[in-house]
Antibody, heavy 122, light 104 residues
Framework: EVQLVESGGGLVQPGRSLRLSCAASGFTFDDYAMHWVRQAPGKGLEWVSGISWNSGSIGYADSVKGRFTISRDNAKNSLYLQMNSLRAEDTALYYC???????????????WGRGTLVTVSS | EIVLTQSPGTLSLSPGERATLSCRASQSVSSSYLAWYQQKPGQAPRLLIYGASSRATGIPDRFSGSGSGTDFTLTISRLEPEDFAVYYCQQYGSFGQGTKVEIK
């Protein structure tokens, strides 16, 4: 089955760190660029970060630049998001999303995971 | 940064009616990267339309997209009960704020 499964979310204090993972299955992971998109409770979608198939191109939203790091391990069919210096406004459901192409310049997502919830609160 | 403004915020319609959703960009954008998604409560978004007018795999033909430049439209020709949801447009790293299509 073609799917993405996120994990690693939870309750964390402001200023602390968290690492999200996304496990891909059912398709050739290293053929595609991957992205993270988040959704605060009751709010709309916000793009967070994206990475090309070979990690050669990476991008971040201004709201997370310098604090979050995206990476991937093609041998493990996995995508990661290292989140440092977390803030209350980072509280959201974080989705892993697949592009239909390999390059970072791929701006629509044809497969989404169910998300993992990150809550930043003291 | 491109700002996408969707209208209306909420659309109240009955099954069988036609739904017309608008997405306006703050500057002219490439149609190649204009996408529409459907999101139901408790579910992840689902890709409906990419490249402004191409339907994603498995999407019924009652969904259609059009537009260019700064103005784009998602049309649902005849609403089915399962179409009541929130719809988002996307251009590059920007998403619109969403249009909720609710049952009248």
């Amino acid at each position: 089955e073609v799917q993405l499964v996120e994990s690693g979310g939870g309750l964390v204090q402001p200023g602390r760190s968290l690492r999200l993972s996304c496990a891909a299955s059912g398709f050739t992971f290293d053929d595609y660029a991957m992205h993270w998109v988040r959704q605060a409770p009751g709010k709309g979608l916000e793009w967070v970060s994206g990475i090309s198939w070979n990690s050669g191109s990476i991008g971040y939203a201004d709201s997370v630049k310098g604090r979050f790091t995206i990476s991937r391990d093609n041998a493990k069919n996995s995508l990661y998001l290292q989140m440092n210096s977390l803030r209350a406004e980072d509280t959201a459901l974080y989705y892993c999303a697949k592009c239909p192409f390999s390059g970072y310049d791929c701006w629509y997502f044809d497969l989404w995971g169910r998300g993992t919830l990150v809550t930043v609160s003291s | 940064e491109i700002v996408l403004t969707q209208s209306p915020g909420t659309l109240s319609l009955s099954p069988g009616e036609r739904a017309t959703l608008s997405c306006r960009a703050s500057q002219s954008v490439s149609s190649s990267y204009l996408a529409w998604y459907q999101q139901k409560p408790g579910q992840a978004p689902r890709l409906l339309i990419y490249g402004a007018s191409s339907r994603a795999t498995g999407i019924p033909d009652r969904f259609s997209g059009s537009g260019s430049g700064t103005d784009f439209t998602l049309t649902i020709s005849r609403l089915e009960p399962e179409d009541f949801a929130v719809y988002y447009c996307q251009q590059y790293g920007s998403f619109g704020q969403g249009t909720k299509v609710e049952i009248k």
